[in-house]
Nanobody, 121 residues
Framework: QVQLVESGGGLVQAGGSLRLSCAAS????????MGWFRQAPGKEREFVAR????????YYADSVKGRFAISRDNAKNTVYLQMNSLKAEDTAVYYC??????????????WGQGTQVTVSS
């Protein structure tokens, strides 16, 4: 069992930055690919970024590539999402996720409770 707790969301002006953190419980953190999804009002949940446990291979959605950076600290069981050059369309609830199976929403093993990010234009 893995529990995920996000923090770091908030209100920021367009062009600004935020860093989200996700603290994971459990000694199996190192076995999971960690990542982030988001869901904007009236839209489906969408993939944002993911990072593998040991090689730290990173993969991003096209909409955030070059602006967001995912990282993980396995010693602290924590994954981060640095968000720069934020746009109004980045406004969403951001979810930390852990998966061993795949990256469709239905394949995700564990979800955090979500943290709201609001970007004012």
């Amino acid at each position: 069992q893995v529990q995920l707790v996000e923090s770091g969301g908030g209100l920021v002006q367009a062009g600004g930055s935020l860093r989200l953190s996700c603290a994971a419980s459990g000694r199996t953190f190192i076995t999971y690919i960690m990542g982030w999804f988001r869901q904007a009002p009236g839209k489906e949940r969408e993939f944002v970024a993911r990072i593998t446990p040991s090689t730290n291979y990173k993969y991003y959605a096209d909409s955030v590539k070059g602006r967001f950076a995912i990282s993980r600290d396995n010693a602290k069981n924590t994954v981060y999402l640095q968000m720069n050059s934020l746009k109004a369309e980045d406004t969403a609830v951001y979810y930390c996720v852990a998966s061993q199976r795949g990256w469709r929403s239905a394949d995700i093993d564990y979800w955090g409770q979500g943290t709201q990010v609001t970007v004012s234009s």
